[in-house]
């Protein structure tokens, strides 16, 4: 049974049991790790989601006048109102921050989330694929030791 | 059969060929931290390059939100971009000067065995 990987065709038959193993351990290590990154990206976009929520709900005209209380702590808060219903200050990243309007922030966020969403998608991709090199691998090493097993047990197969 | 020099040889070649290995993680690590942070000062000069002159721009020192401006903060990201792309540069050279001595060090190890 052939399997090619990326441009390297290997014969996973040709491969002993103790290659396999070490194979199968690599692909899984690879897929954890990308399932991972996979959970932060999500988690990320999650966030991102949140922000444009908070400035839909909080943001707007009907709070304006509302009394608020402001954290100055974790465990201090003020009471105090919004002062500007109109702008916002975004973090860009690199410890920048840039005051924005409403609607411009919107845009921000919503661009985040969709760059975010692209990777989402091309590493899902990329798990599904390395998730299949795994399970073929897997196949190949079962065989290999079904073999291995009836080859030093004729006794065990023959009847 | 190897004699107890000869094996001691191959010890030697063969940890310095782990040495090398181990070099050679830690460099590609610090070259993808590099690449995530040129990702991010790209995105963040894209969005300064977005905003008009009057807009404003805060930096974050401690815990405190510093007006800077326009011009000065994407002064800033610029010059950051550019550090960064001469670090990844001289990393990946140095990746390859590992890679090289690696390879060579392999070749001495096979030809003991």
Same mark, same amino acid.
């Given at each position: ?22 194979? #199968?351990?690599? %692909? ?5 790790? %990308? ?11 999650? #966030? ?22 402001v954290p100055l702590t974790a465990s201090l808060y003020v009471p105090g109102t919004l002062a500007d219903t109109e702008h916002v200050i975004v973090d860009v990243g690199t410890g920048f921050y840039v005051e924005k309007n409403v609607k ?18 091309? %590493? ?18 079962? *065989? ?16 | ?5 000869? *094996?001691?040889? %191959? *010890? ?21 931290k590099l690449e995530s942070q040129q990702q991010e000062n790209k995105s963040v000069q894209k969005e300064f390059a977005k905003l008009s002159d009057d807009a404003n721009i805060y930096k974050l020192v401690g815990p405190v939100l510093l ?10 990201? =610029? ?24 390879? =060579? ?9």
């Open positions: 049974m052939a399997s090619s990987e990326k441009g390297q065709t290997v014969d996973l038959a040709s491969l002993s049991i103790q290659q396999l193993s070490q194979v #199968k351990k690599q %692909l899984d290590d690879e897929v954890q790790h %990308l399932t991972t990154s996979y959970q932060s990206l999500l988690a990320a976009q999650r #966030k991102f989601r949140e922000c444009l929520a908070s400035i839909k709900n909080g943001i707007a005209n009907s709070t304006q006048d509302k009394p608020l209380l411009e922030a919107g845009e921000f966020y919503n661009g985040k989330i969709e760059e975010v969403g692209g990777n989402v998608k091309s %590493l899902e991709g990329i798990v599904n694929a390395k998730g299949q090199n795994l399970r073929v691998v897997e196949e190949v090493l079962r *065989q290999k030791m079904v073999a291995a097993n009836t080859s030093s047990n004729p006794a065990a197969s023959a009847s | 059969m190897a004699t107890v020099d000869q *094996q001691k040889q %191959l *010890q030697t070649l063969s940890d310095e060929y782990q040495g090398f290995q181990t070099e050679l993680q830690e460099a590609i690590s610090a070259r993808q007006k800077q401006e326009t011009a000065e903060a994407k002064s800033t990201v =610029d010059g950051r971009l550019e550090f960064i792309e001469k670090e990844i540069k001289r990393i990946e050279k140095h990746i390859s000067n590992i890679q090289e001595k690696s390879e =060579d060090k392999k070749m001495e190890v096979s030809h003991y065995l």
